[in-house]
Each structure stands twice: as structure tokens, then as C-alpha cells.
């Protein structure tokens, strides 16, 4: 079962998932789904070739990087965007450039799938940030681009960001072509300096 407590947490990111939830999921109580919770976080903390572990605040349970490693993936995230941004960053960069401020769960809705690594990965690169709160139940974090962004995109303003063919059907729309454009040329520039 543990196996299967693991994807669950690791698939649902910073949501993380209620007991309450997963026990519906396993068909098992919810007494039985706290004991096999407590039993794998107890596993995971005691055992130091795992990267992972188990935090619970109130019902609901995450699946974290344990604080040991923090220096490391700090030095990781620190990295420069010419690193490459994956096909799912540059989406969920192209959907909060063009529609920000924008929740988590909006930028899901236009993807179909979850999007919460990206948006980490993007912030860690300074990409994007927290704008505020959404006024609607839950009170969401909206998305926006940064300062940043506008510096490394070569823009001056989200004006000069390339207009949206009106013509075009949404299906159509290639919204991150240009930010793939940018980051190979400054991979090229990368590569020319070298």
C-alpha cells in the first residue's frame, strides 16, 4: 500500500490529500488510513537513503522533500532559466503571461492536467510570482509574471508580448512558440560564448 501512498501524494503536489480523501480512494476507513499514514511517515523519516517525507497538518497529508536536502535543491533552483525550461513550464509560463493574474487551478483548467511542479519550477527561476489572493472561496493564490520575465523575454512591457491571432481557433494558438524561440537563442548565445 505504500507504493500506492506515495504516487497518490506525490500526484497531488502542494494540494496534498485529506484523509478523509484517501481512504474513499483505498476503501478503508478512515482509522485504518491514518494507521498506514503514520506507519510509512514514521518509514520514511527513519530512513536516510529517502529523499521524501510525510507532513501532516490537521487531516491533510503532503509528500515533501526532507529539510536535509534544502541546501542542494536550493543551489538546483537557483540555476539560470538557459538551463531549459520543460514543455510543461513553458505552457503554464505562456497561459499566466497572457491571462495574469491567474489562479493554479485556472492554469489547470486550460491545460487538463495539474500544474503545480511547473509553477514552482517557475518561481524558483524568478519566472513568475504570487500576486495577491483571488476574492472567491478558498482565497487562491493568483499567478503573474515577474520583472524578470519581461528582462530575460527581451520585453519591455507585457504589451510587446506577441497579440494573439484573432483569427486563429483556440486549439490553434501556439502561446509559448516565442518563449521557445527565446530560450534557444539564448542557448545559442550560451553556446557562441563558450
Known amino acids: 500500500m505504500q507504493p500506492l501512498i506515495e504516487a497518490v501524494l506525490y500526484t497531488a503536489g502542494e494540494a496534498g490529500v485529506d484523509l478523509s480523501e484517501f ?5 478503508i476507513s478512515g482509522a485504518a488510513m491514518r494507521q498506514q499514514l503514520e506507519t510509512y511517515q514514521q518509514q520514511l523519516a527513519n530512513d536516510p537513503t529517502r529523499g521524501v517525507m510525510i507532513q501532516q497538518s490537521e487531516d491533510r497529508y503532503f509528500l515533501l522533500t526532507k529539510p536535509a536536502f534544502g541546501e542542494t535543491l536550493k543551489k538546483y533552483f537557483a540555476g539560470p532559466p538557459a538551463q531549459g525550461l520543460s514543455q510543461a513550464a513553458l505552457e503554464v509560463l505562456a497561459i499566466i503571461a497572457y491571462q495574469q493574474p491567474i489562479t493554479r487551478i485556472e492554469i489547470d483548467e486550460v491545460r487538463g492536467v495539474q500544474s503545480s511542479g511547473a509553477l514552482t519550477t517557475l518561481a524558483a527561476r524568478r519566472l513568475v510570482r504570487e500576486a495577491g489572493r483571488k476574492e472567491a472561496p ?53 553556446n557562441a560564448i563558450e
Do not use: H, K, S
Open 138 to 190: 478558498g482565497r487562491p493564490i493568483l499567478y503573474a509574471t515577474t520583472p524578470f520575465f519581461l528582462d530575460y523575454f527581451g520585453l519591455t512591457t507585457l504589451d510587446d508580448l506577441p497579440a494573439l491571432g484573432e483569427a486563429q481557433a483556440p486549439a490553434e494558438v501556439d502561446l509559448f512558440a516565442d518563449f521557445e524561440a527565446a530560450l534557444d537563442d539564448e542557448e545559442g548565445e550560451d
Open 23 to 27: 481512504a474513499t480512494l483505498l476503501n
